[in-house]
């Protein structure tokens, strides 16, 4: 029994941790391209790259940014999840073979 509520555990931490990874790299980098746009010459390009990343979570988000953003954190997050089991089966098939 302990050695499920650990896997359980690890599921949720790595759902969670998968979730809000995107999160906060797609955040982060919108939130530091304003600050980048301060230098001199560089303003029209950060409005560039923050018009092109809104295009392309606008694409996964039927035209909403957010909404794109949520669909690239549950993927990325489902895809954690399938590691974390895949990396359990093979603790417990190499367990097993030890």
């Not at 923050?50 to 909403?64: C, K, P, Y």
């Not at 909404?67 to 993927?75: A, D, K, M, Q």
């Not at 590691?83 to 030890?98: A, E, H």
């Amino acid at each position: 029994m302990t050695i499920f509520t650990n896997f359980l555990r690890s599921l949720l931490l790595t759902i969670i941790f998968s979730f809000v990874a995107p999160m906060l790299l797609v955040g982060g980098g919108l939130f530091l391209l304003p600050l980048i746009g301060y230098f001199p010459g560089l303003q029209e390009l950060t409005e560039a790259i923050a018009t092109q990343i809104m295009h392309f979570l606008a694409a996964f988000g039927s035209g909403t940014p957010l909404r794109g953003l949520f669909v690239i954190s549950l993927t990325c997050s489902f895809v954690g999840a399938l590691f974390d089991t895949y990396v359990y089966y093979r603790c417990q098939i190499l367990r097993i073979d030890s």
